[in-house]
C-alpha cells in the first residue's frame, strides 16, 4: 500500500507562484512514476505533468514553460513548481503514483490541494 500526503495549495493572485509537494510513504518501486493532475468544478481530472523513475518528464500544453515539475527519490516527494498562474489554473490538484511492475500498473491517488487564482 503507498500513501499519498499534498502539501503547498491556496489562494494566488494572477501571475504569482505556488510550489506543490506531495510526499509518498510505504511500499514504492524504483520504477514508479509520479504525476500531478488537476479538476476544477464540474470537468474532468487531467495531466498536468508527470515525472518518470528516470525524470523524463512530461507536461499538458496549458503549462508548459510556466510549471516544473521535479521529484526528489531519497525523499519519495514530487514537487509542481507553479509560476504565472492564471485563474483558468484553479482547480483541486492531485498527486499520482504509480508503481510498474513490467505490464501491470497500480496507481495511488494523493487527496488533492486546492489552488485558487484570483485577485
Known amino acids: 500500500q503507498v500513501q499519498l500526503v499534498e502539501s503547498g495549495g491556496g489562494l494566488v493572485q494572477p501571475g504569482g507562484s505556488l510550489r506543490l509537494s506531495c510526499a509518498a510513504s510505504?511500499?514504492?518501486?524504483?520504477?514508479?512514476?509520479m504525476g500531478w493532475y488537476r479538476q476544477a468544478a464540474g470537468v474532468q481530472r487531467d495531466m498536468v505533468a508527470t515525472?518518470?523513475?528516470?525524470?523524463?518528464?512530461n507536461y499538458a500544453d496549458s503549462v508548459k514553460g510556466r510549471f516544473t515539475i521535479s521529484r526528489d527519490n531519497a525523499k519519495n516527494t514530487v514537487y509542481l513548481q507553479m509560476n504565472s498562474l492564471k485563474p483558468e489554473d484553479t482547480a483541486v490538484y492531485y498527486c499520482?503514483?504509480?508503481?510498474?511492475?513490467?505490464?501491470?500498473?497500480?496507481?495511488?491517488w494523493g487527496q488533492g490541494t486546492q489552488v485558487t487564482v484570483s485577485s
Open positions: 499520482k503514483l504509480e508503481n510498474r511492475l513490467g505490464s501491470l500498473i497500480i496507481s495511488y
Open positions: 515525472i518518470s523513475s528516470s525524470v523524463s518528464t
Open positions: 510505504g511500499r514504492i518501486f524504483s520504477s514508479a512514476s
